[in-house]
């Protein structure tokens, strides 16, 4: 079955802190990678994704994630958070070979940034 | 940057009463629109599929009487939540597909029922 896994429903980061927030996919195709960012009560934020190349993506706001097709992860890194990254994180899984697809998503990870 | 915006961005609504939200691709053409529903502290959902011209294609376990989706332009689909009940509130959200296969989120409309 297609699914994404992040294990890390809540995370809490001191400001300054380097993060990572872990993603875990099961897909039988050739997958196309997203992290996407939701403050409260908004929309999606596009952070950043991977479609094939440098399996290493850099996106907005600083955040950075890396492919590991061994592993079946996709996780989101942050060397230094901001107290305004504190928001839900999701990650979402589409299929590579039939853009434009819908999204399969992830159930969230709240992340908290403490003083 | 491509834009996707929903009308309304928040409803409340009486119990039993119809619903209509708005999907709009304000500056370019969608022939692929997703609808997708996200509970509190949920993930999102997806709902249904939306081509343009044709009927939607509804995921399993959502009713499409319940559930209208009307996609009659290339910058436009509605989702028509009929004979809403509280447990319809939910965040909606629409996507749109552009030429480039690439999918935009709009910001989301918040649905509550009383």
């Known amino acids: 079955a297609q699914s994404v896994t992040q294990p890390d429903i809540h995370i809490t980061v001191s400001e300054g802190a380097s993060l990572e927030l872990r993603c875990n996919y099961s897909?039988?195709?050739?997958?196309?990678l997203f992290w996407y960012v939701q403050s409260p009560g908004q929309g999606l934020q596009l952070l950043l994704k991977y479609f094939s190349g440098d399996t290493l993506v850099q996106g907005i706001k600083g955040f950075e994630a890396e492919f590991k097709r061994s592993q079946s992860s996709f996780n989101l890194r942050k060397p230094s958070v901001h107290w305004s990254d504190a928001a839900e994180y999701f990650c979402a899984v589409g299929s590579a070979n039939q853009a434009g697809t819908a999204l399969i998503f992830g159930k969230g990870t709240t992340l908290s940034v403490s003083s | 940057g491509a834009v996707v915006s929903q009308h309304p961005s928040w409803v409340i609504c009486k119990s039993g009463t119809s619903v209509k939200i708005e999907c709009r691709s304000l500056d370019f053409q969608a022939t692929t629109m997703f609808w997708y529903r996200q509970f509190p502290k949920q993930s999102l959902m997806l709902m249904a599929t939306s081509n343009e011209g044709s009927k939607a294609t509804y995921e399993q376990g959502v009713e499409k009487d319940k559930f209208l989706i009307n996609h009659a332009s290339l910058t436009l689909s509605t989702l028509t939540v009929t004979s809403a009940h509280p447990e319809d509130s939910s965040f909606y959200i629409c996507?749109?597909?552009?030429?480039?296969?690439?999918?935009?989120f709009g910001p989301g409309t918040r649905l509550t029922v009383l």
């Open positions: 996507s749109a597909i552009n030429a480039d296969n690439e999918q935009f």
């Open positions: 897909y039988g195709a050739t997958p196309y």
